[in-house]
C-alpha cells in the first residue's frame, strides 16, 4: 500500500463472498420465516440459491432478473416488521461469517488513515449495520422506495449494481475528496468491473472465473479468503466500533426477496 497523502484515500469493500463468507441478501431468510413474511418452500428455496449462489455466482442477465422478481415479491411488506425481525438476528446471524482477512485487511487501511465504504448491491439498510459492525465510515447499497403508509411500494429507487456501483463511488469520491487513483477495491463478481476499474489499487478477492481472468490480463492481486471468524471472540481492534443499535439495524427487500430470486432464475435458466 502506498504511504502518500493517506487522508484522501479510500479502500471499497463489496460485501458478499469478499468481507462475509455467505449472500447477505439469503442469510435471514429462517429469521423471516419466523417472523411470518415467507413460508416454509421459501426457506428451502433460499438454502438451494445460497449454494448456487457459493458454487457459481451470477451473470448479469440473472442479477437484472432477480431485480425485477424482488420489487414484485416485497410489494406491501411493512419496513418496521422487517427492522425488528433483522434488529433480533443481525449478530447472530453475520456476526460468525465476517472472514478474518477482510477484517484485517479493513483494520491495516484505516490504521493507514483510509476510510472504508462497503459497497453492495443488498439494501442499504442491512448493509448499513453490517458496516457499523465492522467500523466502516461509509456504505453504499440498494436502496428501495417506501410509501407514506410504511411499506415498501415495490420500487427501486437506486440499484447498487455493476457501473451504478462505479458511479456511486465516483459520486462519494467529489463528495469526500478522495482521490480514487490512490484508492482500493475489492470483490469477488466479474460484474463489479466497473467498481475495480474505478479506483487505481484493484483486487480480485474469493474471485468468480470470468474476474480471475480479468485480473490475470490487468496484472490484478487476487486474495484468497478462507477464515470466516465471530467478531465477538477476535482479538479486534476495528476502531472500537460500537455494535448498531436496534433502531438502526434493518434490512431492505433484497434480503428476504433474493432467497426466491435465485431459485426462480436459477430455474428459468434451465428451462
Same mark, same amino acid.
Given at each position: 500500500?502506498?504511504?502518500?497523502?493517506?487522508?484522501?484515500?479510500?479502500?471499497?469493500?463489496?460485501?458478499?463472498?469478499?468481507?462475509?463468507?455467505?449472500?447477505?441478501?439469503?442469510?435471514?431468510?429462517?429469521?423471516?420465516?419466523?417472523?411470518?413474511?415467507?413460508?416454509?418452500?421459501?426457506?428451502?428455496?433460499?438454502?438451494?440459491?445460497?449454494?448456487?449462489?457459493?458454487?457459481?455466482?451470477?451473470?448479469?442477465?440473472?442479477?437484472?432478473?432477480?431485480?425485477?422478481?424482488?420489487?414484485?415479491?416485497?410489494?406491501?411488506?411493512?419496513?418496521?416488521?422487517?427492522?425488528?425481525?433483522?434488529?433480533?438476528?443481525?449478530?447472530?446471524?453475520?456476526?460468525?461469517?465476517?472472514?478474518?482477512?477482510?477484517?484485517?485487511?479493513?483494520?491495516?487501511?484505516?490504521?493507514?488513515?483510509?476510510?472504508?465504504?462497503?459497497?453492495?448491491?443488498?439494501?442499504?439498510?442491512?448493509?448499513?449495520?453490517?458496516?457499523?459492525?465492522?467500523?466502516?465510515?461509509?456504505?453504499?447499497?440498494?436502496?428501495?422506495?417506501?410509501?407514506?403508509?410504511?411499506?415498501?411500494?415495490? +420500487?427501486?429507487?437506486?440499484? /447498487? =449494481? &455493476?457501473? *451504478?456501483?462505479?458511479?456511486?463511488? #465516483?459520486?462519494? !469520491?467529489? $463528495?469526500? @475528496?478522495?482521490?480514487?487513483?490512490?484508492?482500493?477495491?475489492?470483490?469477488?463478481?466479474?460484474?463489479?468491473?466497473?467498481?475495480? +476499474?474505478?479506483?487505481?489499487? /484493484? =483486487? &480480485?478477492? *474469493?474471485?468468480?472465473?470470468?474476474? #480471475?481472468?480479468? !485480473?490475470? $490480463?490487468? @496484472?490484478?492481486?487476487?486474495?484468497?479468503?478462507?477464515?470466516?471468524?465471530?467478531?465477538?471472540?477476535?482479538?479486534?481492534?476495528?476502531?472500537?466500533?460500537?455494535?448498531?443499535?436496534?433502531?438502526?439495524?434493518?434490512?431492505?427487500?433484497?434480503?428476504? !426477496?433474493?432467497?426466491?430470486?435465485?431459485?426462480?432464475?436459477?430455474?428459468?435458466?434451465?428451462?
Amino acid at each position: 500500500m502506498d504511504n502518500d497523502d493517506r487522508s484522501s484515500t479510500a479502500a471499497f469493500f463489496d460485501l458478499d463472498k469478499t468481507i462475509i463468507a455467505k449472500s447477505s441478501t439469503l442469510a435471514f431468510s429462517k429469521s423471516f420465516y419466523q417472523g411470518g413474511l415467507i413460508n416454509r418452500r421459501a426457506v428451502l428455496r433460499s438454502a438451494y440459491a445460497q449454494f448456487v449462489y457459493l458454487v457459481g455466482g451470477a451473470d448479469h442477465d440473472q442479477m437484472e432478473r432477480m431485480r425485477e422478481y424482488l420489487s414484485g415479491l416485497v410489494t406491501g411488506w411493512d419496513v418496521q416488521v422487517v427492522k425488528d425481525i433483522v434488529a433480533e438476528t443481525l449478530h447472530t446471524i453475520v456476526d460468525p461469517i465476517v472472514y478474518d482477512e477482510a477484517v484485517t485487511l479493513i483494520e491495516e487501511h484505516h490504521l493507514a488513515g483510509r476510510d472504508v465504504v462497503v459497497v453492495s448491491s443488498s439494501g442499504a439498510e442491512v448493509v448499513e449495520p453490517i458496516g457499523q459492525m465492522l467500523g466502516a465510515d461509509k456504505i453504499i447499497g440498494t436502496r428501495m422506495v417506501v410509501g407514506e403508509d410504511g411499506k415498501f411500494t415495490g +420500487e427501486i429507487d437506486f440499484y /447498487a =449494481y &455493476a457501473e *451504478n456501483k462505479a458511479e456511486a463511488i #465516483r459520486d462519494l !469520491a467529489k $463528495e469526500e @475528496g478522495y482521490d480514487l487513483a490512490r484508492s482500493y477495491a475489492y470483490t469477488d463478481s466479474i460484474t463489479d468491473l466497473p467498481m475495480l +476499474e474505478a479506483v487505481g489499487h /484493484a =483486487y &480480485a478477492v *474469493n474471485p468468480d472465473r470470468p474476474l #480471475r481472468r480479468t !485480473a490475470a $490480463e490487468h @496484472g490484478w492481486p487476487v486474495l484468497v479468503f478462507s477464515k470466516p471468524v465471530a467478531l465477538r471472540q477476535r482479538a479486534s481492534s476495528i476502531r472500537d466500533a460500537p455494535k448498531p443499535a436496534i433502531a438502526a439495524a434493518a434490512i431492505s427487500a433484497g434480503a428476504a !426477496a433474493a432467497g426466491l430470486a435465485w431459485y426462480a432464475v436459477r430455474r428459468r435458466g434451465r428451462g
